[in-house]
């Protein structure tokens, strides 16, 4: 299926490990010319070279800076048209803000929990929205978290701040929709990646579990019985940027392997 990206410009926000990289890599593979962001500029140029080596003739660039800083993303915006003249597809994408219980945390944690991960999806999509107004094309793809429609224990910062971009992007949605610019969410659940690593053993630990098993714990509460891989992100990431989901829009879609047990 052609999804038409060829020389469609992508931004790909956290781009430099786990599904961001794969993200990155599955819009390259489908001819896009794609813009890797992350803080860390050495991760970030080990992932553009792997992309490089894995999709042979993909455009691909880097560009290190953190997203929580106010002026980010002006300059995200910035470096993908000064070097492609255009952007189509934005995939906003930040780390986990750290574990806690909601009455252990203090302000500093819930306010910088929001800056990770709700206002930079505001920046981001305060620039990224009129240069996709101007070529009448626009996808706007949020990663966020399956816990902003089933709580995890433990992770309340992160439930907390991307639910409120997923209220941001339904408001969003309805804004742009006639301009030809779709806004939707995928929620990953038990994805195998290194910050899900990260996450089980700081649960097992705060738990008492034995955290060498905690892994496979997660894979058994999946109905499928196995964690999902960042390539299967990749894919609805890449339709979703597609022309072929030009109807989609104002979207939370789980990828989770049948672990979220809402029926709505």
């Known amino acids: 299926m052609d999804l038409g990206l060829r020389d469609r410009v992508a931004v790909v926000c956290g781009a430099s490990q786990g ?4 993200i990155a890599a599955g819009l390259a593979a489908e001819g896009a010319r ?3 962001v992350a803080r860390n500029a050495e991760r970030l140029a080990q992932a553009a070279r792997a992309i490089t080596a894995q999709v042979p003739g ?3 660039a ?6 929580t800083s106010a002026d980010s993303a002006t300059k995200v915006v910035e470096a993908a048209q000064q070097r492609w003249g255009r952007l189509d597809v934005l995939v906003t994408n930040t780390g986990g803000p750290p574990p806690g219980q909601p009455l252990e945390l ?3 944690k819930f306010l910088l929990a929001y800056q990770q991960n709700f206002m930079n999806v505001v920046r981001l999509c305060r ?5 996709m107004r101007a070529h009448g094309y626009g996808r706007v793809i949020n990663v966020l978290a399956l816990s902003v ?14 639910l409120g971009v997923v209220a941001y992007a339904r408001y969003l949605a309805e804004q742009v929709a006639a301009e030809g610019i779709t806004v939707n969410n995928v929620l990953p659940g038990s994805i195998h990646t290194e910050r899900l690593e990260q996450v089980s053993h700081m649960q097992a630990e705060y738990f008492g579990r034995d955290p060498a098993s905690e892994i496979a714990l997660r894979a058994q509460r999946v ?7 960042p390539q299967e992100m990749a894919d609805l990431v890449a339709f979703l940027a597609s022309e072929r989901a030009a109807f989609l829009t104002g979207l939370s879609i789980p990828v989770d392997g049948g672990q979220l047990r809402s029926v709505l």
Not at 19 to 22: H, K, L, N, T, Y
Not at 223 to 228: D, S, Y
């Open 149 to 162: 429609r089933q709580i995890e224990d433990n992770l309340v910062l992160s439930s907390t701040s991307r």
């Open 62 to 67: 880097s560009l290190a800076l953190d997203l």
């Open 127 to 131: 620039q990224a929205v009129p240069a």
């Open 19 to 22: 599904m961001g990289r794969a």
């Open 34 to 36: 794609v813009m890797l």
């Open 58 to 60: 993909s455009t691909v």
């Open 223 to 229: 109905p499928m019985k196995r964690l999902g891989r």
């Open 106 to 108: 203090d302000d500093d």
